[in-house]
């Protein structure tokens, strides 16, 4: 109620009674109480952000937003009109609706999921009728221990809603699934870089380069450009940026938009996104990224899935936390988990606390909370 309060809205449609939000009548021109009004003339569409880097904010999309963002996913992945797209995403999300943009460009047909069901995505997928798909990492886990293979008639699955996951992402290829890296923002109408299909895999850990129509940038604390390899904050520019938030300052043409996101480019314009600026593990000095421990951790073969976080530490500023959920029917040994890190990564990053849950909670998108037990421990 209050998120709708917030963007002016005065009546809703749906299941059952309509609801009348009881508002005082205001004329067509005024704004909405609290906001100061779309922060362009070309808005068409209010998406909210997903909120995992704050509170959510309304992302204004101009209908040139929309058409330039669909115009760069199909320049890259080749859809038409006689394909067939899975969405199991939410319409609530800019990664759900962009699919519907996409494919009402081309005259394609959306094959759209009330829920996601394991069983019926991984039939779905196997079936031979469904050209692309698009999955968040963890509905790709499920479906992949739901469904060895083949999956036949498939060209393209993106994956998107958190750093790439190169170990998931080799063992759905090794199953026959053409997964692409993905990487994109409601403020950019989805996809920013993806991976083509001819490029897959060939750059491990990567998003592929950007879109068409979209520049990326990697600066420091201050906005400079920072070399190929080095890590900082992803900035980008393009048609398909949104011009604002609601009720706040319209972004000038050709302004920069910098992101929440930490990253790098190499020397070949490729881009590896290494997760949220506000993650970063500040331990005794040196910078963890969670998204690197995480990765590390699902290697292991009895690992399912893996969050990590940051508390606070007298010593260190902060130490570093694991949250591991086990493959089913499998124990998980705090020990042997550490001795696997330590294998692969920097004393620094080896996580000094361990937490076995049932399973990592996360949201519709896919993203996990930071800080916390997500879930029921199991041990």
């Known amino acids: 109620m209050a998120l709708t309060r917030a963007l002016g809205v005065r009546v809703l449609w749906g299941p059952g009674p309509n609801l009348d939000l009881a508002r005082p009548p205001v004329s067509p021109r005024e704004r909405p109480i609290g906001r100061g009004g779309p922060p362009h003339t070309g808005a068409r569409i209010v998406v909210m952000t997903s909120g995992t880097g704050g509170a959510a904010r309304p992302v204004v999309l101009t209908g040139a937003n929309v058409a330039a963002s669909a115009a760069a996913s199909q320049a890259r992945l080749g859809n038409g009109p006689g394909d067939r797209w899975f969405c199991p995403l939410p319409l609530h999300h800019v990664g759900g609706l962009s699919i519907l943009w996409r494919s009402a460009r081309e005259g394609g047909t959306v094959v759209l999921a009330e829920r996601f069901d394991r069983a019926e995505t991984a039939a779905l997928l196997g079936g031979g009728s469904i050209a692309f798909a698009s999955l968040v990492p963890t509905m790709l886990r499920r479906v992949l221990d739901e469904r060895p293979g083949p999956f036949p008639g498939l060209r393209a699955v993106l994956v998107g809603g958190g750093p790439a996951d190169p170990a998931l992402l080799a063992r759905a290829r090794e199953a026959g699934l053409p997964v692409l890296a993905t990487y994109g923002m409601t403020e950019t109408t989805s996809q920013v870089a993806t991976e083509a299909p001819g490029e897959a895999g060939a ?6 380069r950007p879109l068409d129509g979209f520049a990326v940038r ?8 920072l070399a190929p390899g080095q890590v900082g904050r992803l900035e980008v520019r393009g048609a398909a940026v949104s011009p604002g938030y609601l009720g706040e300052p319209e ?3 050709g302004e920069w938009l910098r992101t929440g996101d930490l990253g790098f480019l190499d020397g070949d314009g490729y881009l590896f996104v290494l997760g949220r600026a506000d993650d970063v593990i500040v331990t005794g000095g040196e910078k963890v990224h969670p998204a690197v421990v995480e990765a590390a951790l699902r290697e292991h073969p009895r690992v399912a899935d893996a969050r990590v976080y940051g508390e606070e530490d007298p010593e260190w500023g902060q130490r570093v936390v694991a949250e591991v959920a086990p493959v089913p029917g499998a124990r998980l040994d705090p020990e042997a988990l550490a001795s696997h890190a330590r294998a692969r990564l920097p004393g620094y990053q080896v996580p000094r606390r361990w937490v076995v849950v049932e399973e990592v909670r996360r949201g519709v998108m896919g993203k996990a909370g ?10």
């Open 203 to 208: 750059r491990p850990g990567s998003v592929g």
């Open 218 to 225: 990697v600066t420091d604390e201050v906005s400079r450009r």
């Open 251 to 253: 972004r000038g043409p």
């Open 370 to 379: 930071r800080g916390g037990v997500s879930g029921p421990a199991s041990g």
